[in-house]
């Protein structure tokens, strides 16, 4: 199974909501569409990790230590990245993604 975080206690633990990110860097919704389009396709959990290591660099230009944003207090944090992901991720995950490919067959 796929341990998606709930994006509303993430956001509490991390002190950073997904509307403040896209406040300060307003790409991040456009690659959250990007992410949305890419995935619709998903099927399983595979098709998931797939499409989504495709914009994984994309969103660390964008937020994380290791972004153009590096010194800014929030989109510098790794709770900026942390936070992004886990709006981003269930954008693309269907709801049996648990379930590799092979089980869905039979």
Known sequence: MIDIPNIQHLERALDVTWGELTGLEPRLNELLWQVRAAGAGCRDREDVERVFARFRNALADLVGFRGSHQCHPV????????????????????????????????
């Open 75 to 106: 989109l510098g944090s790794v709770g900026a990245y942390q936070a992004w992901t886990a709006a981003g991720f269930p954008a693309v995950t269907p709801p049996d993604a648990g379930k590799k490919a092979s089980d869905t067959e039979r």
